[in-house]
Each structure stands twice: as structure tokens, then as C-alpha cells.
């Protein structure tokens, strides 16, 4: 059987040469590649045959996907989806039950060590995996016999690529990203976090990886550095206000309605990588900062953690308390201050008495 | 090592803190201030400033401030660093404390005992008592070194991949701590451990002046520490 080729699968799919070039030119500038590589693009995707895709939904919500599937231009989403053949993923496959989960074993026998692991999600450690069952059998054995015979993993989002929510304090099921879990076959791997990651971006890097066939640069965490190296507050439209000092101090004042910067009613923008200040959501059509509410800092590790996302400070915890940098140092200065005048005032006495006595 | 006073004169001098010593201190106590200053703001801003944003540059000054005061700290840093080795034996006292002689030890618990008023008197030293040494060793020098390096980590964000303080700081650095909120949180934390530290500093170099029959304050401007006897102090072997 000869495996199809993207562009033969688009086509038989309905869609257009015109929309198809649209596509590389969009992705070839989507992934900061001149325009000359739109060319290579698309003659990748006429001549290579299809990546095979397993796309694994471990602890998750499932917001990767709904992501994935939105992408902004009207055809990518098909383009896409035809771009992989996503041989298993529950979430949007046809097939259910056996059926389904016979489509591992079908694909690691046929592609073995050439598919590549999409892994949405987290498989939890605790009670022998008990808190993510799949067709039966914890979700931490499937992901373990899919990594052992792949090519390469992308970790999608924030749960894959860091634990996100189902990984916060105290972490009882003890969810845990794909980077970390034990006994895992070493296999490169991609982190595209955020809750969700951006369509765009997510498109972006599939359409790389099967263009060059390897991954594209990554940082020291792992993440593309294309849309990864710059954080939100770098290239944020109100940054002139932050400069400015002027600052949102409560939703509805005035300095909200003027557009003020988000920094005081905790903006995680300064602290936070992730490509949604350039390339926006939905279509580009906006993003939370534009919208008037302070980034969470979603593709961030531990932003779950980091106490309230309406305080700038995080609170941290320890010994019992939870407080902010400036809660337990004042309290410690205070103290050291306090002991000092104390020690002062007996130092006083002391020098008072030495004094009478050598008076007397 | 004890620095006594000899018996036969009220008074005696040793000469101490070298003039680059002296203008180090005061330069890095300068920078201190104004780092914890705006660094407090930049972690809790003002209130808002009114009217266009391009008629302002508030926030922006203050940060700039702070990076000023952070390179003068840096440079000041290397440079006592760089003194430690061509100065004189006082110069390298807080950066390699004695930790492995048994009497350094006995001796910050001579001084321990004496500020909680159990010894009627001092010891005296040329240079710190032991018990500065340790605390400026571990509260100054390592907490200075951890400043810089979240600090200079924080700076490569906006500097951005390519700058030397992103290669060789933030590369690292965000990555050992988890992200980039949690250095600001450490180097938040790294503001009031300095606080507590410029708090007891400055009370025990004045408590010391008074009570310890040696000169403290004026010794960081002159170099020259002077000594007189004290009260209750033993007759000298
Ligand atoms: C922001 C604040 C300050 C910092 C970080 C700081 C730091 C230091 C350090 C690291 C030393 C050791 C010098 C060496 O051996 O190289 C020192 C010595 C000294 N500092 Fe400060 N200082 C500060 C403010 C002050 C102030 C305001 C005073 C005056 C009251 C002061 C008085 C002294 C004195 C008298 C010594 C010599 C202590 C001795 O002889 O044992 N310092 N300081
Ligand atoms: C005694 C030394 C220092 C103190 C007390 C200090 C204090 C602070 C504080 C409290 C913050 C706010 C943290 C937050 O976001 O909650 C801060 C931010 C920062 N500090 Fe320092 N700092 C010191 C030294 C340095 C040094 C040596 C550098 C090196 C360049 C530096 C660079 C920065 C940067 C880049 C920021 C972040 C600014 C921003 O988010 O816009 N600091 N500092
Ligand atoms: S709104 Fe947030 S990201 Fe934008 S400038 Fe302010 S702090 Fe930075
Ligand atoms: S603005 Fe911040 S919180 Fe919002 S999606 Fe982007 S990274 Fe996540």
C-alpha cells in the first residue's frame, strides 16, 4: 500500500491549489521562515507522504484539541487535519471502544519508530495510575508503549508540557508531565504549553516538523523558540503604559476604561513566554490583555501555584503559612528591628548602671 | 586573632580599611538603598500618573534607576572582589573566613555571649569580630552573588536571547527555578534578608562604637581604628 501525500490527501479532501499555497505562505511566515521557504513547504507537503500521528488524551481538558481544530485560516483546520493522518485520537476519531484502541497496536506495528507521539495531557503516578483509565488499563501504560516505539513526542500544553492544574498543590493524584514520568523511552520532545496553546502555533509546528523533518530550534526548556523566546509583556500593545507608570488599579476605574496596563491587577505578562501578544487568538482577532483582563501566565510552569492571578506578587508557601515576599520580609524586618531597639534599650541599661558604679 | 589594646596608653590605632575599601563601603551602601528602594516599587508600583502616556516615563525611571544602582553594585562587587586579593589582610576577611580554625568559632561564640551581655567585656580586633565576619560573609558577600545572578537573569529577559547577561544568566537561571515569576519572587525575598542585614549592621556599628572601647563608625570614613579601654575589661596576659 503507498502512503498518500499531504497534498493528495488535501486535494481529495476538496481543497483548492490557491488555498493550499495560501497555507505555506501563511506557515512559512507563521514560523518567521522567508518567503522562499513557502516553496519548500509546499513541495514537502506534495511529495512526502503523511506523518503518522498518535494523539494521546491523558489527565486533560481537552482545550489542546478544541485549540487545534480552530486554527485562523478558514482551510488551515482541514489542511491540517489533513496534514497528519491523526491514526488515533480519541477525541475526534470515528472508530471507538476495541476498535479504537486496537489502532495503537496497528500503528506502532506499521510505523514503528516513525509516528510521532502527540501527547495531550498527563498521566498520573499515584495509585498505580488509577486516576486516568483508558479502554481498561491505566492511561500510563499506553503512553509508555506509544513513547517506546515513536519517532519523537510533542508535549501539547501546559498539562503535557509542565502538570498544569491537575498537577497543583497538594497534587494528589500526583499528575505528572510527559518529560518526568518514569521509565519513559528517551525520545526527543517538544514542549508547546499553554492552556491552550495557540492554534497557530500548534499548526505551526506540525507544518514544521513535517517540512524539515526534524523539530524546530528549541530553547532551554524545550519550547520552539520561534514563538517561545519573547514573553507576552515584550511585545504587549500596552506596554507605553507600563513605562508610563499608569496602571489599572481596579477593573472598573478609569484607568481600565483608558486602557491602562494590567501589571498592578497582576499582569503575568512581564513574566511569561508565549506568543499570544503577536500572534493572538481567534484569528488574531484579540487576546486577554486586549480584552481588559491581566495574563495568568498560562504556558508557564507553576502558574497554578503561584497564588492569586489578580495579585502581582505570588504567594508562596511553606511552614504552614502562605503570605507574599513582602508579607514575610516585612514581618522579618520588623522583627529584626523590634529585637534591635529591645537590645538597645538593655544595652542602655546596662551602660547606665556600669556608669553609677564606677561613680560610686 | 585578638587585637589588644597595649596597657600603657589610654589610647592606640591601627590603620585598617584601606581608602578603596572605605570608598567601596559607601558606594555599595549608596546602591543598596536605592536598589531596595525601587526595587520595592517595582514589585508594588506607585499610583497611577495621569494624562498621556508619552508625556510620562515614571515606571521606566524607576526601573532604570534600579538597573544603574545594580551595575554599580556588580562593578563594585568585581572590584572588592579583585581588592580582596591586592589589599591588605582586613580586605579579605569577609570574603574567606577561617572556617576550618576551631578558635574562629569559639570566638564568634565569645561574641555571641557578649551581645547577649553574658561576657562583661569585649575582645578586640583590628578588623570585624569574628561574628561580623561570619554574618557578612554569608548575608553580604553569598546574598550579594544571588542578587546579582537572579538579577542579572531577570535583566536578560528583557535583553533578550543573544545578550550576554541571557547566555550567561538567564539561560540558567529561569530554567533552574521553574520560571521566571519564581526568580522575581527569590530575588523579592533576596530584598528583605538584605533589609534585615543593613538593620543589624547599622545597629551593632553603633551599639559597637559605644560600648566596645573601639572606634567603628569613624573608622569607615578614616581607616584608622582606634582603641581606649573600657570598663570591666581584663588585665592583659
Ligand atoms: C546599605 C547598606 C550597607 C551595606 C550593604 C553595608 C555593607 C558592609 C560591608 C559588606 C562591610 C564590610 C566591609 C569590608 O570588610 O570590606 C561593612 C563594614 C562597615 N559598615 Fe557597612 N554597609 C551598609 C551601610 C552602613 C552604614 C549606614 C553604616 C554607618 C552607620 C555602616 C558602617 C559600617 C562600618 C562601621 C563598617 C566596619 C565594621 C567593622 O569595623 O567591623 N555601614 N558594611
Ligand atoms: C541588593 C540588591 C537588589 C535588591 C534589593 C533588588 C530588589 C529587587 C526587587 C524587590 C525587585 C522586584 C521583584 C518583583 O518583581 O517582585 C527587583 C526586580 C528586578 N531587579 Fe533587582 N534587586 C537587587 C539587585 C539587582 C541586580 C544586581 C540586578 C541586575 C541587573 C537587578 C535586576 C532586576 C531586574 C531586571 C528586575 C525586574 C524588573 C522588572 O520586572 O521590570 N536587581 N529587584
Ligand atoms: S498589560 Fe501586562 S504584558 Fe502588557 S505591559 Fe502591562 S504588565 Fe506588560
Ligand atoms: S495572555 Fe497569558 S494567560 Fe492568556 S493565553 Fe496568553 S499566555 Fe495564557
Given at each position: 500500500?503507498?502512503?498518500?501525500t ?19 505562505s ?30 494521546l ?6 482545550c ?8 485562523a485560516h ?6 491540517i487535519?489533513s496534514m497528519?493522518s491523526?491514526?488515533?485520537d ?10 479504537a ?31 486516568c ?15 517506546a ?8 500544553g ?8 491537575q ?7 500526583q ?7 518514569p521509565g ?10 499553554g ?19 526534524r523539530?524546530p ?7 520552539p ?21 499608569q ?8 484607568g481600565a476604561r ?6 498592578k ?7 511569561t513566554?508565549n ?18 483582563h491581566?495574563?495568568i ?28 515576599a513582602d ?13 534591635a531597639?529591645?537590645?538597645?534599650g ?7 548602671r556600669?556608669k ?5 | ?51 498621556e ?9 524607576i ?5 544603574v544602582?545594580?551595575?554599580?553594585l ?7 572582589i579583585?581588592?580582596?586579593w591586592?589589599?591588605n ?27 547577649a ?7 578586640r ?10 554574618s ?15 538579577g542579572?537573569?531577570l ?15 538567564s ?9 521566571s ?10 530584598l ?20 566596645s ?8 570614613f ?16
Amino acid at each position: 500500500m503507498t502512503v498518500e501525500t499531504f497534498y493528495q490527501v488535501m486535494r481529495r479532501q476538496g481543497i483548492t491549489r490557491r488555498s493550499f499555497t495560501k497555507f505555506c505562505s501563511l506557515t512559512a511566515a507563521a514560523l518567521g521562515l522567508s518567503p522562499a521557504h513557502a516553496q519548500q513547504i509546499a513541495t514537502a507537503m506534495e511529495t512526502k507522504p503523511r506523518l503518522p500521528v498518535l494523539w494521546l488524551h491523558g489527565l486533560e481538558c481537552t482545550c489542546c484539541s478544541e485549540s487545534f481544530i480552530r486554527s485562523a485560516h478558514p482551510l488551515a483546520k482541514d489542511v491540517i487535519l489533513s496534514m497528519i493522518s491523526l491514526d488515533y485520537d480519541d477525541t475526534i476519531m470515528a472508530a471507538a471502544g476495541h476498535q479504537a484502541e486496537s489502532i495503537i497496536d496497528e500503528t506502532i506495528a506499521k510505523y514503528n519508530g516513525n509516528y510521532i507521539l502527540a501527547c495531550e495531557g498527563n498521566p498520573p503516578l499515584n495509585q498505580e495510575g488509577m486516576s486516568c483509565i483508558i479502554g481498561g488499563r491505566p492511561y500510563l501504560e499506553q503512553l509508555r508503549k506509544a513513547a517506546a516505539n515513536c519517532k519523537a513526542i510533542i508535549s501539547w500544553g501546559s498539562c503535557a508540557s509542565w502538570g498544569c492544574v491537575q498537577a497543583a498543590r497538594p497534587n494528589p493524584t500526583q499528575a505528572t508531565p510527559i518529560h518526568k514520568v518514569p521509565g519513559l523511552a528517551p525520545k526527543p520532545i517538544i514542549k508547546v504549553p499553554g492552556c491552550p496553546p495557540i492554534a497557530e502555533v500548534m499548526t505551526a509546528v506540525v507544518a514544521y516538523i513535517v517540512t524539515f523533518e526534524r523539530f524546530p530550534e528549541l530553547d532551554a526548556q524545550g519550547r520552539p523558540k520561534m514563538f517561545y523566546s519573547q514573553r507576552i509583556h515584550d511585545k504587549c500593545y500596552r506596554r507605553p503604559h507600563f513605562d508610563a507608570g499608569q496602571f489599572v488599579e481596579a477593573f472598573d476605574d478609569e484607568g481600565a476604561r483608558r486602557g491602562y496596563c494590567l501589571y498592578k491587577v497582576g499582569c503575568k505578562g512581564p513574566t511569561t513566554y508565549n506568543a499570544c501578544s503577536t500572534v493572538r487568538w481567534n484569528g488574531g482577532l484579540s487576546f486577554p490583555i486586549q480584552a481588559g483582563h491581566p495574563c495568568i501566565g498560562c504556558s508557564e510552569d507553576g502558574f497554578w501555584d503561584k497564588g492569586d492571578f489578580y495579585n502581582r506578587l505570588s504567594r508562596i508557601h511553606g511552614f504552614g503559612i502562605e503570605a507574599t515576599a513582602d508579607e514575610i520580609g516585612g514581618t522579618a524586618a520588623l522583627a529584626v528591628g523590634g529585637l534591635a531597639a529591645v537590645h538597645a534599650g538593655i544595652s542602655a541599661v546596662k551602660r547606665a548602671r556600669e556608669k553609677t558604679g564606677a561613680d560610686q | 586573632m585578638a587585637m589588644h589594646a597595649p596597657q600603657q596608653e589610654m589610647q592606640s590605632a591601627v590603620y585598617v580599611y584601606e581608602a578603596p575599601v572605605r570608598i567601596w563601603h559607601w558606594i555599595n551602601a549608596l546602591a543598596i538603598v536605592v536598589l531596595c528602594v525601587t526595587g520595592y516599587f517595582i514589585g508594588s508600583p506607585p499610583p497611577s500618573v495621569g494624562g498621556e502616556a508619552s508625556d510620562h516615563y515614571l515606571f521606566g525611571t524607576i526601573r532604570f534607576a534600579h538597573f544603574v544602582a545594580a551595575y554599580a553594585l556588580i562593578i563594585g562587587f568585581l572590584f572588592r572582589i579583585y581588592w580582596a586579593w591586592a589589599g591588605n589582610d582586613h580586605a579579605r576577611e569577609i570574603f574567606l573566613p577561617p572556617l576550618a580554625r576551631g578558635s574562629f568559632w569559639r570566638e564568634i561564640l565569645h561574641e555571641i555571649r557578649w551581645y547577649a551581655m553574658i561576657e562583661k567585656a569585649p575582645k578586640r580586633y583590628a578588623g570585624h569580630n569574628p561574628l561580623a565576619i561570619i554574618s557578612m560573609h554569608i548575608l553580604f558577600v553569598w546574598l550579594a552573588v544571588f542578587m546579582i545572578v537572579t538579577g542579572l537573569a531577570l535583566y536578560g529577559e528583557g535583553t533578550g536571547p543573544g545578550s550576554w547577561q541571557h547566555r550567561f544568566f538567564s539561560d540558567w537561571v529561569i530554567p533552574l527555578f521553574g520560571q521566571s515569576q519564581t526568580v522575581h519572587t527569590w530575588h523579592h525575598l533576596g530584598l528583605w534578608v538584605i533589609v534585615c542585614f543593613v538593620i543589624v549592621h547599622i545597629y551593632a556599628a553603633v551599639r559597637e562604637d559605644i560600648m566596645s572601647g573601639q572606634s567603628i563608625i569613624s573608622s569607615m570614613f578614616s581607616g584608622w581604628r582606634t582603641f581606649r579601654v573600657v570598663k570591666g575589661e581584663r588585665a592583659e596576659p
